[in-house]
């Protein structure tokens, strides 16, 4: 199958995270397309593509070369927002994109412009795929999953290409935190991996935000409204007090961009006598995000002083940190990256992640992984598109970095 038959297949399944789930993978979706994973896996030649007890496929493509060839890896997630409905993704291919725009048809008022879109604007010519306007498309990151298992199928019928062992890995929910969670650095017995889980062609990243998650809870005290007079504290309008005086002009993700970090409320889930608040902290100096943090529980606590009888919980958590700390001491990994790309012809263009990846996580547990374009645009929503030429672009360049580190010896 070729990357395009390979993604439409595997969008047509609703993997959407869910972040109230306690499970690993947080939903049934996610299963179901790990099993079909293993399965064409195994169709493809490889002898050892698994579901590990924490919800991860792994597998190995066998090397070529009897030289002392580093092992390296390749990841990607196979979960999708869960901010955009995910079931009954109706992919849509539009050959050689003239520049109109693409109006979706299930939903009218969705377009794609190219004069809004610049990614796409460059990708005139192109075959390019979106979902119908319901639902996002999924290619964060289908299209990573894709180019990967297409890759491994090319190398697989290729045996004269010398590499050495090759290492694949799809992981979980990682759009809810969880990607890395569990995964087993050293079975997966690589020196680095890359992830396949950027935009658009050329993107190579190696230094992303870091992040941590506040969580607060403000409590009130509920009673009958009728008679609720000096008595009733509403934990909804406290909550609301504090969300207003966020920063809004600054150091919000709408008014920020390059290097600036953000305070972003993203869940509200309200009753009046308890309502949660949480909160995403990013900066990509990670020492900057106690001082967010500092200034988001200074408002909270300000606001609950203020209305007698209400209370504050607030609980933080660290989500991930900037692979650049451990990239930097790994400049080979990079170096390698770009030789793959400018040998297909491609000048790689490198940049500051917005966000994060597995790659954020796992580089801190050991296994350096910078991030690779994959071809997505308009992350998580209904005007997400890819380009087929990208994805075709991908999987030349996994490739070109299995022969690489395959002319290398033990580094």
């Known amino acids: 199958m070729s990357v395009l038959q390979r993604f439409l297949r595997y969008v047509a399944i609703d993997t959407r995270a869910d972040d109230a789930s306690p499970s690993r993978p947080s939903s049934a979706g996610q299963e179901v397309l790990m099993r079909m994973l ?6 493809i030649g490889l002898s050892d593509p698994v579901v590990d007890a924490q919800g991860c496929v792994m597998a190995t493509i066998p090397a070529t070369t009897m030289a002392d060839a580093p092992v390296i890896g390749f990841i990607a997630h196979v979960d999708t927002s869960p901010e955009m409905p995910g079931a009954g993704v109706r992919p849509l291919v539009h050959p ?8 979706l048809p299930d939903h009218p008022a969705a377009v794609l412009r190219a004069d809004e879109n610049p990614p796409l604007a460059a990708r005139i010519g192109d075959d390019i795929v979106t979902a119908s306007g319901l639902t996002l498309l999924g290619a964060d990151d289908k299209a990573g999953v894709a180019e990967i298992v297409t890759a491994a199928d090319f190398l697989m019928r290729h045996p004269e290409i010398p590499h050495g062992r090759i290492r694949i890995a799809f992981t979980p929910d990682e759009e809810i935190g969880r990607g890395a969670d569990g995964f087993d650095v050293e079975r997966f017995g690589a020196v680095c991996a890359y992830t396949l889980d950027g935009g658009s062609r050329g993107e190579l990243e190696y230094e992303s935000f870091s992040a941590d998650a506040m969580t ?8 009958h409204p009728g008679y609720a007079r000096g008595k009733m504290v509403n934990a909804i309008r406290v909550a609301a007090q504090f969300v207003d005086r966020l920063p809004r002009q600054a150091m919000s993700p709408e008014t920020t961009s390059g290097y600036e970090g953000f305070v972003h409320p993203y869940v509200f889930d309200a009753s009046v006598d308890r309502t949660r608040v949480r ?5 990509f100096v990670t020492s900057a995000l106690k001082e967010k943090e500092s ?6 606590r300000g606001v609950v002083a203020a209305h007698p009888g209400a209370t504050l919980d607030i609980d933080v958590e660290e989500q991930y940190r900037n692979m650049r700390e451990v990239l930097d001491r790994h400049p080979h990994v990079i170096e390698r990256a770009r030789e793959a790309m400018r040998r297909a012809g491609i000048e790689p263009v490198e940049r500051a992640i917005r966000g994060g990846t597995d790659g954020s996580r796992l580089s801190f547990m050991g296994l350096p992984t910078p991030n690779l374009f994959a071809g997505e645009h308009n992350f998580h929503s209904r005007l997400e598109w890819v380009s087929v030429q990208d994805m075709e672009k991908a999987v030349e360049v996994i490739v070109n970095l299995a022969r690489i580190w395959g002319e290398s010896e033990g580094s």
């Open 38 to 43: 293993v399965e064409e896996l195994r169709g």
């Open 96 to 103: 050689r994109y003239d520049g109109r725009d693409i109006v």
């Open 279 to 283: 909160v995403l902290i990013r900066d």
């Open 295 to 300: 200034l988001v529980e200074g408002i909270a």
């Open 216 to 223: 607060l809870t403000f409590g009130g005290f509920n009673t």
